[in-house]
T-cell receptor, first 114, second 110 residues
Framework: DAGVIQSPRHEVTEMGQEVTLRCKPI?????LFWYRQTMMRGLELLIY????????DSGMPEDRFSAKMPNASFSTLKIQPSEPRDSAVYFC????????????FGEGSRLTVL | DAKTTQPNSMESNEEEPVHLPCNHS???????IHWYRQLPSQGPEYVIH???SNVNNRMASLAIAEDRKSSTLILHRATLRDAAVYYC???????????FGPGTRLSVLP
């Protein structure tokens, strides 16, 4: 079975450029999460969706960040314009909403903003 | 959000059991206890979860205190591949706030 698929795995860009990270959740999962991980702040929950609807985006750092989930099999996290402090590993995870709902993570997208 | 506290780091010798503690004194009656681990340069992976009773799976065992205010993840025979950061989190039954703390960094010595 395919797990959570993220792309790109690595992205290097210059300050001011737009960055789009992509995620395909596990088929049948109806909750999707975006996390950011840095050495200083650990794993931070940015936003999560239930049934394609954003439920809590209180972790999104600022207006430069936006996330969408146009259908059950695809989500994007966009940063525009990017800044060096956005450099981090961004993880997408999915789960079922019912029951214990264990999280399944993708391999992450490592973003470097120069 | 419900919070958990874990030791920052622990060490174990290879092939010995490891007991990783977690305190969650503010747990509510419907919170699931989840454990995840993150190997170097990988995303976190699910290890085990429980609600009230102790649980076993192929990776580990989870011992839950009777009052549910603490739990212990047990690795029966640590291997070098078990060196990772282990996270204990609470998952509300009616919410999806999977909030990760700093976890416990486990070192396994050969």
């Amino acid at each position: 079975d395919a797990g959570v698929i993220q792309s790109p795995r690595h992205e290097v860009t210059e300050m001011g450029q737009e960055v789009t990270l992509r995620c395909k959740p596990i088929s049948g999962h109806n909750s999707l999460f975006w996390y950011r991980q840095t050495m200083m702040r650990g794993l931070e929950l940015l936003i999560y969706f239930n049934n394609n609807v954003p439920i809590d985006d209180s972790g999104m750092p600022e207006d430069r960040f936006s996330a969408k989930m146009p259908n059950a099999s695809f989500s994007t996290l966009k940063i525009q314009p990017s800044e060096p402090r956005d450099s981090a590993v961004y993880f997408c995870a999915s789960s079922t909403r019912r029951g214990p709902g264990e999280l399944f993570f993708g391999e992450g997208s490592r973003l470097t903003v120069l | 959000d419900a919070k958990t506290t874990q030791p920052n780091s622990m060490e174990s010798n290879e092939e010995e059991p490891v007991h990783l503690p977690c305190n969650h004194s503010t747990i509510s009656g419907t919170d699931y206890i989840h454990w995840y681990r993150q190997l170097p340069s990988q995303g976190p992976e699910y290890v085990i979860h429980g609600l009230t009773s102790n649980v076993n799976n192929r990776m580990a065992s989870l011992a839950i205190a009777e009052d549910r205010k603490s739990s212990t993840l047990i690795l029966h025979r640590a291997t070098l591949r078990d060196a990772a950061v282990y996270y204990c989190i609470l998952r509300p039954a009616y919410g999806q706030n999977f909030v990760f703390g700093p976890g416990t960094r486990l070192s396994v010595l050969p």
